[in-house]
């Protein structure tokens, strides 16, 4: 199943980028790629609700990209950093159905597996800081 959640994972990534670099419309989006993807309907469904739920709060998502990266802004992020950045703060601010931990551990290693360099070191800083921010906020979530 955890391989499974993370090809699902790996998969909403490609959409996601796919959406945001050539602003495919994401029902298509989602359509080719189940088309291609190896996966149980489950997992793709997965996909599916990872893709739609960032799409739809991805102004939320970006607003907390920017308050925990200000530095850079937000169209000066590669695409891949971003949409990764994206996926896993949605994950653990509003999908809330794994432990923070994991989501950040998902994240980065999709930073290695398709980032530059620096990616994983990035991503796992803006989401580090996140998660300790949510731990003095809220400390139930943090330890879930």
């Known amino acids: 199943m955890a391989g499974g959640r993370r090809k699902a994972r790996s998969i909403a990534l490609q959409a996601l980028y796919e959406i945001d670099s050539v602003q495919h419309d994401p029902e298509e989006t989602l359509k ?7 996966l149980s309907e489950e997992n793709f469904g997965f996909t599916r609700e ?11 998502l970006d607003a907390q990209i920017h308050r925990y990266a200000p530095a850079w802004p937000i169209e000066q992020i590669a695409f891949i950093d971003r949409n990764i950045l994206r996926l896993a703060i949605y994950e653990i601010l509003i999908n809330n159905k794994i432990p923070v ?6 994240a980065v290693e999709l930073a290695k597996n398709f980032g530059g360099d620096s990616s994983s070191k990035f991503i796992n800083g803006v989401l580090g800081a996140i998660s300790a921010n949510i731990n003095k906020e809220n400390p139930s979530i943090g330890g879930k």
């Open 32 to 38: 080719h790629l189940q088309e291609e993807a190896d």
């Open 101 to 106: 931990k994991v989501a950040i551990n998902e």
């Open 50 to 60: 990872l893709v739609e739920g960032v799409v739809r709060y991805k102004e939320k």
